[in-house]
């Protein structure tokens, strides 16, 4: 079972992409969710996590003041809202999902996601 991620494409360095993430079958509403991106050439990192209810989210440092994930349980989707993008952000993004038993937890760590999204491409041109 694979998670569908959606909403890259090319943007100008200081525009605006919104990703979305859908789990098509099941309801995302018990799982912690979260965003990782990997840039050409580098491994997955961590970008966004976001508890159950959408309560708690958790931002890598340098992204914090620009990208905003949320969710919609009633919709079974996950958002991350991008803005101000600079050609640093050009990566695959991928979004991923795990079973939490508290409705606080959220997850930074990839290799403790489950399910994962095929990934989106963003491109940030100069």
């Known amino acids: 079972e694979q998670l569908v991620d959606s909403g890259g494409g090319l943007v100008k360095a200081g525009g605006s992409l919104r990703l979305s993430c859908a789990f098509p079958g099941r309801s995302i509403s018990t799982y912690a969710m979260g965003w990782f991106r990997q840039a050409p050439g580098k491994g997955r990192q961590f970008a966004a996590a976001i508890s159950r209810s959408g309560a708690y989210t958790f931002y890598a440092d340098p992204l914090k003041d620009r990208f905003t994930i949320s969710r919609d349980n009633f919709k079974n989707t996950m958002y991350l809202q991008m803005n101000s993008l600079t050609p640093e952000d050009t990566a695959v993004y991928y979004c991923?999902?795990?079973?939490?038993?508290?409705?606080?937890?959220?997850?930074?760590?990839?290799?403790?996601?489950?399910?994962w999204g095929q990934g989106t491409q963003v491109t940030v041109s100069s």
């Open positions: 991923a999902a795990r079973n939490a038993t508290l409705e606080t937890a959220y997850y930074t760590t990839a290799n403790t996601y489950y399910y």
